[in-house]
């Protein structure tokens, strides 16, 4: 094999694993959100879960980018681990879409695909015309690689070194192995099975040879996922160990069945009889449809071994312990009972947006980065029960209930609210001291005294007015009140000594940014606290 034969064969390899990127880019831009939005709507059951997988993956040509898009979705919450499954499984399926479509020897278009790509791309203005356009450029490139690719291959098939490494691949688990690692390699099983279906066009190896490798790029085509659940939290890593478990049992699943059924291999060439690279492409596809439909229904036995594999902690347990109604879990809640029950569900959200703001507050003063990731998974756990809450509430406006006690529920929607806005400034709290850590502001050691003894008095007014609407003390009213007046003086104080500080040059501009946004959004947490005041006020007789 000469050196321009070698960097053909590489080239080719290059640019059709370019073209897949170009093609993913293309299709993701052209569906926008819609794409997510398919992944968090259509995973209600186990098929249509296997379906959106599948037609994710068509649409973007990746089963590792549909699968780093659900460990996202794990990660974020957006998905569980019993959703997530049903979508790698129809991932494993659409990823073989790739095989059948190169399948088709269309290569000596592939200039003029790559020619109306161009047009599309360069010269035409709209954004829904460029990305099709940058679809079929991807398109053009990918049947250019595999050109160039085969080009380079028939000289290959005549050096003896590559005839005695190909005679190796005869051992089946050889080959499986030596599958996994040239698909970990590539990071991508469809491009290593369009490798694997131009060796076998060539003659450099058999369609068997051809099935155990694509049985193997199964395996490896999870590297991509491994590697992101490394940046994930441990919902994202178990996800990825779900996703490899999946693959090894099918991989083992299939060799079972080829083994103990070798006719499965005939037939499966019979389909196709002389077109080599159909018949692997059929494979690919039988062998991904054989494992969905053997494996979804032990999809909950998989599952419940990855949590095994990588255990939940505390703090996962503890937000699965939050991430949920207590007291409004009945299907016919008592009309007698229901706005005490509402009342104590309410409460509990306010502990924890107090709990929320606390720990902010505490992450502004104190640096801690396991914190903050904990401050952000209450604020989910935050908005999760307040939209519960609502929808409860709301659907007790069907119920004949009391008029005082229609009326107390409704006023709990806006309680509710005020709450998730304290969560909200939290968040804020926390972002600022992500900006003073990083180094692009700073506050002088007055300007955080002020700071500290405004979030010492917010607390305070906060806590005690989640106190008094707990209680339903209407005696304990003006002393709240009392207290919401001395944060707005305070912050008032605060404003006013950095604007003093900014006059005589003796602070940071951006700090000062920081400073002013943090005053306010203290104050505005006493404001909406004071107002579960009000509603105590308004309801007590």
Do not use: W
Not at 238 to 244: A, D, E, I, T, Y
């Amino acid at each position: 094999m000469t050196l321009y034969e070698f960097f053909s064969l590489t080239g080719g390899v290059g640019l059709f694993l370019y073209g897949m990127s170009i093609m993913s880019t293309g299709l993701k831009n052209a569906c926008g959100e819609r794409l997510k939005t398919l992944l968090e709507t259509a995973t209600r059951s186990k098929l249509t879960a296997v379906l959106s997988g599948l037609l994710v993956t068509i649409f973007i040509q990746s089963s590792s980018a549909t699968d780093v898009m659900v460990i996202g979705f794990v990660t974020s919450g957006l998905l569980t681990l019993a959703q997530a499954i049903g979508v790698i499984m129809g991932a494993n399926i659409g990823t073989t879409v790739t095989a059948q479509i190169t399948a088709f020897n269309i290569g000596a278009y592939a200039p003029f695909i790559l020619f109306i790509g161009a047009i599309m791309y360069l010269f035409l203005k709209n954004n829904t015309v460029r990305y099709s356009g940058m679809v079929i450029l991807g398109f053009g490139m990918l049947f250019q690689g595999i050109t160039l690719m085969k080009a380079a291959i028939i000289p290959l098939s005549q050096t003896q070194a590559f005839i005695t490494f190909v005679s190796t691949l005869s051992n089946p688990l050889i080959t499986v192995v030596f599958g996994v690692l040239f698909t970990a390699l590539l990071q991508s099983s469809s491009s290593a099975t369009v490798i694997f279906q131009a060796f076998a066009v060539q003659g450099l190896i058999s369609f068997q040879t051809a099935v155990y490798l694509v049985i193997g790029a199964a395996v490896g085509s999870v590297t991509p996922n491994l590697l992101a659940g490394l940046t994930a939290n441990r919902a994202g890593r178990r996800c990825s160990v779900l996703n490899l478990l999946f693959n090894l049992l099918r991989a083992c699943l299939i060799l079972t069945l080829i083994t103990l059924v070798p006719q499965i291999l005939t037939l499966i060439q019979s389909l196709s009889p002389g077109n080599v690279a159909r018949q692997i492409a059929n494979a690919h596809t039988i062998f991904a449809i054989i494992a969905v439909i053997a494996l979804l229904p032990v999809s909950n036995f998989i599952v419940s071994l990855s949590h095994k594999l990588v255990p939940l902690d505390e703090s996962e347990k503890q937000r699965q312990a939050d991430h949920r109604l207590v007291y409004l879990t009945q299907q016919d809640i008592p009309v007698a009972i229901a706005a005490d029950l509402a009342h104590r569900e309410v409460s509990r959200m306010g502990e924890l947006a107090l709990k929320n703001l606390t720990m902010a507050i505490d992450v502004f003063f104190n640096h801690d980065s396991e914190k903050k990731k904990k401050i952000e998974d209450l604020e989910e756990t935050v908005d999760y029960l307040s939209q519960e809450i609502v929808n409860t509430i709301v659907e007790f406006r069907t119920v004949d209930i009391p008029d005082d006690s229609r009326d107390r529920l409704l006023r709990m929607i806006r309680v509710v609210d005020d709450l998730e806005r304290i969560s909200d400034h939290a968040i804020n709290i926390s972002n600022y001291e992500t900006l003073i850590h990083d180094g692009k502001a700073s506050l002088s050691e007055q300007a955080l005294k002020e700071l500290r003894d405004l979030a010492d008095i917010t607390l305070k007014s906060v806590g005690f007015s989640l106190f008094v609407y707990k209680t339903r003390s209407k005696s304990e009213c003006t002393a709240a009140e009392v207290l919401e007046d001395r944060v707005d003086e305070m912050k008032d104080k605060v404003v006013a000594s950095h604007i003093k500080r900014l006059a005589q040059k003796t602070c940071d501009p951006h700090g000062g940014i920081i400073l002013t946004d943090m005053a306010v959004d203290l104050e505005r947490c006493s404001d909406h606290a004071i107002n579960l005041v009000d509603d105590v006020a308004a309801t007590v007789k």
